[in-house]
């Protein structure tokens, strides 16, 4: 009777237990090994994931319980696995040397255990030494609890992921030892001889010298978009001659779920003739946003809906540096195949300016007043301003620069089809006496320069008028935000690093010489990104997500595990330290994580004399007196 009674209490119990009770298991297994693999017509051996290259796509339910089982079956390397965007306890967040996890050692195994605790799109990666660029990286889909879609607008009837990598016939170890041979090693786009005269015709030989004359003796070159050179862009791990094709029928929904899982490479992502809805940045959804195009960094997820009208479409992802592209299809299939690619003609590449540089716009700068001190010198040794010529930049002759035909020069937004007198149609690229090709074996990656334009700073993709590129302040996250308390305390994270030595920094200090950034578990952080160098930086934490401040009331601002932060710019977010344990925080270019730009990011029950940030109420004044400046937040930062 009681034997009775205890089952048909457990059946009751059962029934009114809620579904996650029942969450399934979902195990995968992954073998690391190393694999002849042929990308460009070259055989080269690299990392594969069960025998794939890239790793093969993941996907999951949201609630489900995950097991992973990683192999390594590389000779003489640890080896790691890392959740990109995923929320897990800390020893399964795959970082060597974060949480008591040591990596994975040569023939042997880790088992990934977690609580699905969101839907999206992620993607997974090595943390361990180069391996990320040599192939360890693949997709990570997550659908809803019973792929039910959040919201109507999500509603379609196709779903494809599109990951954007960049593929080099050299290993990340060469890699890495070019660049510290010499920062310069990748620059094959530097301006020519054929420039430099093209810049004297328009702006006279005296302001000409005085602006190339300061750009060296900071040592840094306008072209430097892009630290590498050389590479092969692929969707999904073809190249555009291989062409991912994705199928539809007429009058159906698409999601196209955008992954830049490439090493160093930032893209200009356009489908033209195709509207796209964004509808979740770093797999959090969000309010629907209809673009044109959209600029996508390294470690950026977006998911766009589109609705093709026509037979046949080209997904297009320019390399920021205007290098190459990655190319991809869209075809009706009920049609037949008979396109080909054909690879588009380059946009202009963009030059920093001295407002990237953080000195404002070059137009009516008093260089006598320039304020350096802001600049953290000790993370930029080699930008030595006190041997800058001042003098020479007080003369600077300005009055032979055509500001009639660019009024109110404002390089970020230039209309640059009023510059009737720049023409590069007459360059000569075959005089560039600096571009060395014998240090790059993908010729495809050097592209002639097409246009007649010029672009001038970095957050400018030269967008066609009357085209709507994405920018951050369009976010707005499609469910209210649970925590929106203001800031108790600031955390400063100031990027920097010296490109003569190739050695990048946080707070001044590279990885190995840096103290762990410590936080109080359930506070409300600001985190304060400064940015001293002339390079973007998309800034990743693990662990958990920050709130990016783009304009929106904290309510509706939207959640991102990696932001953007480009060139002599500031970029603020906030967190609320609700995840204990061992975080990392660092740039995902990487290159420059591996050159130092990282750090340990510690939540935990600490006094307050034991934390990193400083309290607010401290910083009110200065604050305010720095925003009045020069700061710009996340509404204008990154997006033209």
Request: aromatic share 8%; charged share 20%.
């Amino acid at each position: 009777m009681s034997i009775k009674f205890n089952q048909c209490l457990l059946v009751g119990v059962c029934l009114a237990s809620p579904s996650w009770v029942f969450a399934a298991v979902k195990e995968y297994q992954l073998v690391i090994d190393e694999s002849t693999i042929n990308v460009t017509g070259k055989p080269v051996k690299r990392i594969t994931v069960n025998g794939h290259f890239p790793a093969p796509l993941l996907e999951f339910e949201e609630g489900d319980d995950a097991v992973i089982r990683v192999q390594n079956k590389l000779k003489n390397k640890d080896s790691s696995i890392h959740w990109h965007g995923l929320l897990l306890p800390g020893l399964m967040d795959g970082v060597p040397g974060f949480n008591g996890f040591n990596g994975i050692g040569p023939h042997q195994e880790f088992v990934y255990k977690f609580k699905v605790r969101q839907s999206g799109t992620y993607w997974y990666h090595a943390h361990s030494k180069g391996q990320e660029q040599d192939g360890l990286y693949g997709s990570l889909v997550i659908y809803p609890k019973d792929k039910k879609p959040l919201a109507p607008h999500e509603q379609t009837d196709r779903d494809y992921v599109v990951m954007l990598s960049d593929f080099h016939e050299q290993t990340s170890d060469q890699i890495q030892n070019n660049l510290k041979i010499s920062a310069e090693y990748y620059q094959d786009q530097r301006e020519t001889v054929g420039d430099v005269w093209k810049q004297v015709k328009r702006d006279g030989l005296k302001a000409t010298w005085a602006e190339r004359k300061m750009w060296n003796q900071m040592r840094m070159l306008k072209t430097d978009l892009s630290d590498v050179t050389g590479y092969t862009f692929l969707v999904n791990g073809k190249t555009p001659e291989q062409n991912w094709t994705g199928m539809f029928k007429p009058n159906e929904k698409v999601r196209l779920r955008f992954i830049n899982a490439s090493a160093m490479s930032f893209f200009d992502v356009r489908i033209p003739n195709l509207k796209m809805t964004v509808v979740s940045a770093d797999g959090q959804p969000v309010k629907p946003v209809n673009v044109d195009e959209f600029r996508i960094g390294t470690a950026e997820t977006y998911d766009v809906v589109v609705e093709p009208k026509t037979s046949h479409y080209q997904i297009e992802a320019e390399s920021i540096d205007r290098s190459g592209y990655a190319i991809a299809t869209l075809h009706n299939e009920l049609t037949s195949m008979n396109h080909g690619i054909q690879m588009p003609a380059p946009r202009p590449r963009s030059l920093l300016t001295m407002e990237d540089m953080g000195h404002g716009s070059m137009e009516g700068m008093d260089h006598s007043t320039m304020d350096h001190s802001k600049m953290n010198h000790e993370a930029m040794s080699n930008m030595d301003h006190s041997k800058m010529n001042h003098e020479a930049m007080l003369n600077m002759d300005h009055s032979k620069m055509n500001h009639g035909a660019m009024p109110n020069m404002d390089h970020a937004k230039m209309n640059h089809d009023t510059m009737p007198n720049m023409d590069h149609s007459k360059m000569n690229h075959d005089a560039m006496p600096h571009m060395d090709h014998s240090a790059h074996t993908n010729s495809k990656a050097v592209t002639a320069q097409k246009s007649d334009q010029i672009a001038y700073g970095w957050a400018n993709a030269s967008t066609p008028k009357g085209d709507k590129a994405l920018q951050y302040s369009d976010l707005k996250a499609l469910n209210p935000q649970t925590d929106t308390r203001e800031a108790e305390s600031e955390l400063v994270i100031r990027l920097g690093g010296t490109m003569e030595r190739y050695i990048w920094t946080i707070n001044g200090k590279k990885f190995s010489d840096a103290e762990p950034l410590k936080v109080k578990y359930g506070e409300r952080i600001r985190l304060k990104f400064i940015n001293d160098s002339m390079m973007a930086h998309p800034m990743h934490l693990h662990g958990m997500f920050m709130q990016l401040e783009n304009g929106q009331p904290a309510i509706d601002m939207p959640n991102k595990h990696t932001v953007i932060v480009p060139p002599g710019k500031t970029v603020t977010t906030l967190l609320t330290a609700d995840e204990l344990g061992e975080w990392a925080i660092h740039c995902h270019l990487l290159y420059h994580m591996s050159s130092g730009m990282m750090n340990k990011l510690i939540v935990a029950n600490v006094t307050d004399g034991k934390v990193s940030t400083t309290a607010i109420q401290s910083t009110k004044n200065t604050q305010t007196q720095t925003e009045n400046k020069a700061t710009v937040k996340g509404d204008t930062h990154a997006h033209h």
